[in-house]
């Protein structure tokens, strides 16, 4: 919670007349909260074995970034007495979450993650990569899947969030064509940015509907400059704790409130060792994730937008 782009979500929230006008169910189709690294165990497997990505990732951390970006707003963001009230609020979103259930968990495992030498189970079904649906049951976001992904050993860093908006309303029958949904990415990690995937006329004589974003790079965009640095996440912290500053740091009902939103359904993996889909070392994921995804969060890609930063190629058709 104390990176720049999580930290931020109070200002992006509440500080912006348009984005509380979108931000419900009436408009957003899925949310997805992603964390990805290029690494396995590396020497740590006899650890995270007893435990798995849900434990190491899910329950803790992308469940608090995700109580930020779907909490109701409090009566206070900053100064004496904000950190409470924020924090109260993130616990009404997990007060208003059903626990997980074996049907809404889609589990992986890496080849190769026994070889580890720490790992003594050598026949081990421990998930180092895990999709869980859930759904918050308040008026604003009931409906709303909510999907988190994380794993080890995938293709790439990355941590984000992704808000897939829903169809704009008779845009088929306007433009004679399949127009793609708009979508908000706040990329948390490698480099810091926010982007819009928006709709334009395409460039020149044609005149269908392309995919381009609204982007804001944080490299660039504040930190190019060599007088300033956008400080790492355990300095934003310790200076939070020097400051009294408590809204980034979990409570104890909340600790307990995401223990009993996952417990049941961690137990009863253990319990059934349930066996996950392997996949190889610096893929995506096991192959039939996508399938799964889509299937639960009613998320529709985009195949001809590429995001290259800030460069879009297409081959355009007159």
């Not at 409090?74 to 004496?80: E, F, L, M, Q, S």
């Not at 809404?104 to 998930?127: F, H, M, R, W």
């Not at 310790?238 to 359904?265: C, K, M, N, Q």
Request: net charge neutral; glycine share 8%.
């Amino acid at each position: 919670l104390g990176k720049e782009m999580v930290q931020n979500l109070m200002v992006m929230r509440f500080g912006n007349l348009w984005m509380e006008q979108i931000w419900n169910r009436n408009h957003v189709q899925c949310i997805m909260l992603t964390f990805k690294e290029p690494f396995g165990t590396d020497g740590r497997g006899g650890y995270f074995d007893q435990y798995g990505i849900i434990r190491d990732i899910i329950q803790n951390h992308l469940l608090q970034v995700m109580t930020l970006l779907c909490m109701e707003c409090p009566n206070k963001v900053d100064g004496p007495g904000a950190g409470e009230k924020i924090r109260d609020e993130k616990v009404r979103v997990l007060e208003a979450m059903p626990p997980v259930t074996l049907d809404d968990v889609y589990l992986g495992q890496y080849a190769g993650y026994t070889d580890d030498e720490t790992i003594t189970n050598k026949n081990s079904n421990c998930p180092t990569f895990a999709m869980v649906k859930c759904h918050i049951n308040n008026p604003r976001w009931a409906g709303v899947p909510i999907i988190f992904k994380a794993g080890k050993a995938l293709n790439e860093r990355k941590a984000e969030m992704r808000i897939q908006f829903k169809d704009a309303p008779a845009s088929e029958s306007l433009f004679g064509e399949k127009v793609p949904r708009n979508e908000m990415v706040i990329k948390l990690q490698p480099k810091e940015t926010i982007y819009m995937k928006s709709n334009i006329k395409t460039p020149g004589f044609g005149s269908a509907p392309i995919q381009s974003e609204l982007e804001v790079k944080y490299d660039t965009r504040y930190f190019s400059d060599k007088c300033a640095s956008n400080p790492d996440a355990y300095s934003r912290l310790i200076l939070d704790v020097l400051r009294g500053r408590s809204a980034s740091f979990v409570r104890s009902d909340e600790l307990l409130r995401s223990w009993e939103i996952f417990t049941p359904v961690l137990h009863q993996i253990e319990r059934e060792n349930i066996e996950p889909h392997i996949y190889k070392t610096g893929s995506r994921g096991p192959k039939g994730m996508d399938d799964w995804s889509n299937a639960k969060s009613g998320y529709v890609r985009n195949a001809e937008y590429v995001w290259r930063d800030g460069n879009v190629k297409r081959d355009y058709t007159f």
